[in-house]
C-alpha cells in the first residue's frame, strides 16, 4: 500500500523527496482524503499543508474516515497541525512545535500558519510569512540577546496586527519605525535575520516526514480506532459525489 502526503508552501518538493518515499500530492482539500481511502486506502496519509477560504478545507470527518479504514493519518506545520490538535484524541498524530501550541491553547488562530502562495508550477512559493515562524525568530532573537523583552514583545504584538496575506519582515520594520519601537534593537534583529530567520513550518514538515519512515519501517500494523463513525445523510452524499467523480 502505498504513503501519500499533502504538501504546499511548507516545504519543497525537492526537500520532502529526500526524506520518504511517497507520493506527494498538492495541499489537501474537501474531498481529498474520502477520494483517496475509497480509490486507494494508503497505508498511511500526511497532512502538512492545505486549501482554506477560497477552496473548502479538508474535513475533520475525511480523516476519521481514513482512520476507520485502517490509514494512520500524520499532521503537522500548516493545515496537518490544524487537523491534528482537533483530532488526535481520535488518533491523528500530530507533530512538531506548532501542533503542540494549538493542541496546548498557546496559540489559536488559524491565521497563524496561513500564508499566500505561488502557483503550482513554481512549487507553491511563500509570498508572505507565518506568523508561526515570525514567533519563532524572535524567541530566538530574544535568546540570543539581539533584543530585549520589550521589543519582541512589541513586535511580536505588531506582527500579530497584519493580516497573513500581508505579514511580512518588510511590513513588520515599517510598523517598528511608526510606532517608534527602540530603532538599535529593530536595527540589530534586522540585520541578525540574515542568517537568524527560523523556518518552524519547515521544520515541523521534516520531522513529520522523518516520523513517518521511521514508524513505517516499523511495519505498523494497520490504524485501530475505538470511536464509532457515524454514516449520515451528509457523509452519504459526500461519498456518492467521489463516486461520481471517479467514475
Known amino acids: 500500500m502505498s504513503v501519500r502526503v499533502f504538501i504546499g508552501p511548507s ?9 520518504i518515499d511517497a507520493t506527494f500530492m498538492p495541499p489537501v482539500s474537501e474531498g481529498d482524503i474520502t477520494r483517496l481511502v475509497a480509490n486507494d ?30 490509514v494512520h493519518v500524520y499532521g503537522a506545520s500548516s493545515m496537518g497541525a490544524l487537523r491534528a490538535a482537533e483530532l488526535h484524541p481520535f488518533g491523528m498524530v500530530g507533530i ?5 501550541a494549538y493542541r496546548d491553547g498557546l496559540i489559536e488562530d488559524d491565521d497563524e ?3 499566500i502562495h505561488g502557483p503550482a508550477e513554481l512549487g507553491y512559493p511563500a509570498l508572505s510569512e507565518a506568523m508561526v515562524n515570525i514567533r519563532r525568530t524572535l524567541s530566538d532573537a530574544l535568546h540570543h540577546h539581539v533584543i530585549g523583552q520589550a521589543t519582541h514583545r512589541r513586535l511580536e504584538e505588531l506582527a500579530k496586527t497584519l493580516s497573513y496575506k500581508d505579514r511580512s519582515y518588510a511590513n513588520l520594520f515599517e510598523l517598528a519605525r511608526e510606532y517608534a519601537i527602540d530603532r538599535r534593537e529593530v536595527d540589530a534583529f534586522s540585520f541578525w535575520l540574515q542568517t537568524g530567520r527560523a523556518d518552524q513550518k519547515r521544520d515541523d514538515a521534516i520531522l513529520l516526514l522523518r516520523t513517518m519512515r521511521q514508524q513505517l519501517k516499523a511495519d505498523t500494523p494497520p490504524k485501530d480506532v475505538r470511536y464509532h463513525f457515524e454514516y449520515t445523510t451528509l457523509w452519504d452524499r459526500a461519498i456518492r459525489t467521489v463516486a461520481q467523480d471517479a467514475s
Do not use: C, Q
Not at 41 to 61: C, L, M, Q, T
Open 41 to 70: 486506502k494508503p497505508r498511511a496519509i500526511g497532512i502538512i499543508d492545505g486549501y482554506f477560504e477560497n477552496v473548502p478545507s479538508v474535513w475533520h470527518k475525511e480523516i476519521l474516515f481514513a482512520m476507520t479504514h485502517g
Open 113 to 115: 500558519v496561513a500564508v
Open 11 to 19: 516545504i519543497t518538493l525537492e526537500d520532502a523527496r529526500k526524506e
Open 96 to 100: 512538531g512545535a506548532v501542533f503542540e
